[in-house]
Every structure is written in structure tokens, then in C-alpha cells.
């Protein structure tokens, strides 16, 4: 863990940006990493995916399912183009806590910078 720089975490994955690319200037990039899955992804694409899991959300699981916490039956678009995953209800919450928790950290340390070279 000492070649990462970590910016959010919670029970389903984490968010960092490898510190070759710091060292390299490469700011704009972030490895998001949740079940068995990691996407290397820029700012846009990161603010692409909150919208795709917004979008999910509104589409909803079945109304009356019983197992809707554990049933993979919601289809998230990834910002891979060829991606899509199937989650459960609570999977997709955890899933935006993450990305949401990212960009949050991302702005704020956006903010800070600029604050302080002012």
C-alpha cells in the first residue's frame, strides 16, 4: 500500500491514485477498485460513472422482491464502454458511497490547494 495514495474507502472497494502518477504528474487519474473489479479512470469519467449509478438507482430493482439486498437484478453502465455490471440494491449503494466519497475527497482537495496558494 505505500505505492498508492489512498482518497476514499468503504466495505466494497477503494479509491487511489497510484503515486508513479503524482510523480509523474498524472493527477487526472484514479483507480477505483470494488468487488472483483478496478477502473482506471479521469475526473470525467469518475463524474460519468455517479450519473450511470444515479441512473440505475432511478430504474430501480423489483418492487416486491424479498431478496433485494442480495439479488443482482439492477444493470450498471460502466464508464467502460463494453462493461456493465449486475448488482444488488445494496451493492449499488455502496458503489455510489464510493465514487461520491472520491469525488468529495477529489473537490475538497481541489479547494484546499487553490485556498492555500492564495
Not at 449509478?53 to 430501480?60: C, D, H, L, P, V
Not at 449486475?86 to 461520491?100: C, G, Q, Y
Request: hydrophobic letters at 35%; one cysteine or more.
Amino acid at each position: 500500500m505505500s505505492d498508492i495514495h489512498r482518497i476514499y474507502h468503504n466495505d466494497i472497494g477503494i479509491a487511489f491514485q497510484w503515486k508513479q502518477d503524482l510523480a509523474k504528474n498524472k493527477h487526472d487519474r484514479f483507480q477505483v477498485i470494488f468487488r472483483d473489479t478496478g477502473f482506471y479512470l479521469t475526473l470525467s469519467q469518475l463524474k460519468n460513472f455517479a450519473k450511470l449509478i444515479e441512473q440505475a438507482a432511478n430504474r430501480g430493482y423489483c418492487k416486491d422482491c424479498k431478496a433485494k439486498n442480495n439479488c443482482r437484478s439492477i444493470l450498471l453502465k460502466t464508464p467502460a464502454a463494453n462493461v456493465d455490471l449486475a448488482v444488488s440494491e445494496k451493492e449499488l449503494e455502496t458503489i455510489s458511497d464510493l465514487i461520491e466519497g472520491t469525488l468529495f475527497q477529489i473537490h475538497l482537495r481541489t479547494y484546499l490547494n487553490d485556498l492555500c496558494r492564495n
